[in-house]
Structure formats: C-alpha cells, structure tokens
C-alpha cells in the first residue's frame, strides 16, 4: 500500500464530545488528497477511544493507545506517521478552509522539504530531528522556539485569501476575566479529571511544564508581564501583581524542590516573546512563496503600530526595514 503524501497527527484525552465534529473538520480540508490521520489516545476514560474506532471506519485514521503527556503523544505521533509532510491538529477545534490554503502554500514554498511552517507543517525529517518534549503544557511555543533557533522555520506576510481563523476552539470558556487572568487553563483542564484535589494536581503539573517548556524566569516574567500591559492592557494591575506573586512561588517551587531542569533557547527572552522575535526575523518573502504583492495584505496603521512597538522592543530594525520595503512595494503595485 502507497504511503500517505500528508499525515496529521495528534494527541486526545477524555474529548469525546469534540473528535467526531474534529476529524471531520479535518477530512474537509483534505478531501482529494492523499493523507491519514495519526491519534496517540492517552487512555481516555470517557468513550474517545471507541469513537476513534468507529470513526476511523469513515477516514484513514490510525490509533494508538499510550499513557503520555501531550508533548509525548505528539512526538510519538509524528514518529508513527507515515506521510512524507506533517500537519498538527488538536482534536476539541473544528478547522477551517485556511488549514487546506496553508498546506497548499507550504507545498509550493522552497522550504517544503527543509524547514516547517510555524510549527503547523513540517517535513518529516525536520520531525525526525527536532519534536516534541515531554511535558503537558507549552510544549509547542518550546518546539517552535528550537526550530526558531536552528533556522528550520518560516513564517507568512499576511495573505488576503487566508482571511478565516485557522480553527474554532469547542472548549469551555470562562466567564470570570479575573479568573481567566490568573488561570488561562482552568477550562481547557477541568474537563480531564474529577475531584478539586486531582484538578489541582493536574493544574500543578501544567505550571511546572509552562515554566519549563516557556524558557521563564522571575526577571523575564516580571519584564514581559509588563510589556503586555503597556501595549494591549488585558488585565488590570492588581491582576498582574496577583499573576507575578503566584508564579514567583510556583517558580521556586519547581526549580528547588522538584528539581526539574528548564529549557532556555535565549537568555533574555521567555519562548513566547523569543518565538514573537523569530515571527519577525523568519516572514518569508513572495518568490520564497509562489506568491505576488497581489496576494498580500497591507496591515493598517493600528497593526503597523504594533508591530513597531515590538521591532523597538527587540532592536529588530533591519528586519522592520525588510517588511517596510516589502510593504511599500506591494503599497505601490495595488
């Protein structure tokens, strides 16, 4: 039997109420090509595993059973995968027409065989090289920041017929700003175990993992918490200051007394903000692309603005420079 041209490839727990409308989200955005898709099931307790049996009967879906984190699910995953490219999903979002588009421009990029888009689609053997580490949160700003490091990423300029969100997420949110402020993950991980005390377990472990798999510490925590603030204050102060006193406790507690090692791919940078860096330093240009100035779109003033506010911020002129001369190219042509 002919290998796949495409894997997808994913990690699930305990998310039976999302894989079905998922996968055939996913199956849309490859309908007429030549694909599978690859599931590392963590054991889930609530049905998952028998719904990826009945619909693997439907779509070329392979399963595999292995008591994991997410980022061992999805390096086993991406090893398991047989495609030649591979593209990474989350199985609780429904996926959009942008998912095809962007698997069709990596497909006509120079760098389909060499380097990854964002860290969306890869080549194989980039996979091979660089995957997933071991932990259960961030582990995909850690891989992006690596690749990022090595020079095995790109990143788009804003195409004009790319213009719906990549996916829509089928989790439940929080109606509490202040409490999503101080716990982003409360309702994505609710959902994964019963009792207050197993949550709090499972909280516990995803903050070792963010401060792990995120390069932070208190010097870079406290100066980019304050970045954030100055440009698009989403929080309000007394939440930040709240944000700053639990993590400074949770980061000495997991360097001390869980004696864990962290990840640093730039000393100054957390790999959220190093990655915002790399976003800027790795836009591919058009002919890199197939692409022309009237594909792209020129961003507004308010973006522009934004986008200048990081340039500064990271002493990134020359590749402000690079993007303004594309800009005002383009500016002209339209």
């Known amino acids: 039997m002919e290998d796949p041209l495409i894997s997808v490839y994913t990690t699930v727990y305990n998310s039976v109420r999302t894989v079905e409308k998922s996968i055939e989200s996913i199956a849309r955005q490859f309908e007429g090509l030549n ?73 006509k990029s120079v760098y389909k065989d060499s380097k990854c888009l964002y860290t969306l689609i890869c080549p194989k053997k980039v996979l091979n090289e660089e995957n997933f580490i071991d932990i259960n949160r961030t582990e995909d700003v850690e891989l ?31 109606s509490s700003r202040f409490l999503q402020g101080l716990i982003p993950t409360h309702a994505s991980e609710r959902r994964y175990v019963r009792g207050i005390l197993n949550y709090m377990r499972r909280e516990l472990r995803n903050k070792r993992d963010y401060i792990i798999g995120s390069g932070v510490t208190p010097t870079k925590f406290v100066r980019e918490e304050w970045f954030i603030w100055r440009i698009w204050r989403r ?85 402000f420079k690079k993007l303004w001369q594309l800009l005002s190219k383009c500016s002209k042509a339209h």
């Open 35 to 107: 694909y599978e898709i690859v599931v590392v099931d963590n054991y889930s307790t609530d049905g998952t595993y028998e719904k990826l049996v009945e619909l693997s009967e439907r779509y070329p879906t392979r399963i595999i059973r292995y008591k994991c984190s997410r980022g061992l699910g999805r390096r086993i995953a991406a090893k398991l995968s047989r495609g030649k490219y591979l593209v990474y999903v989350d199985l609780d979002c429904i996926y959009t027409k942008t998912l095809r588009k962007l698997v069709e421009i990596h497909m």
């Open 144 to 174: 992006f920041a690596r690749l990022a490091e090595k020079g095995l990423t790109y990143i788009l300029p804003k195409v004009k017929w790319v213009n719906l969100p990549l996916r829509y997420e089928m989790r439940e949110n929080i």
């Open 235 to 319: 929080h309000s102060l007394v939440t930040i200051l709240i944000r700053t006193s639990l993590f400074l406790i949770l980061y000495y507690t997991v360097k001390w007394f869980m004696k864990t090692k962290l990840m640093n791919h730039d000393k100054h940078l957390t790999h959220h903000m190093y990655s915002d860096l790399m976003s800027l330093k790795y836009i591919a240009l058009l002919q890199e692309l197939g692409l022309s100035c009237k594909d792209i779109e020129i961003p507004s003033i308010k973006d522009l603005a934004k986008y200048l506010q990081y340039t500064l911020r990271f002493k990134t002129i020359e590749e």
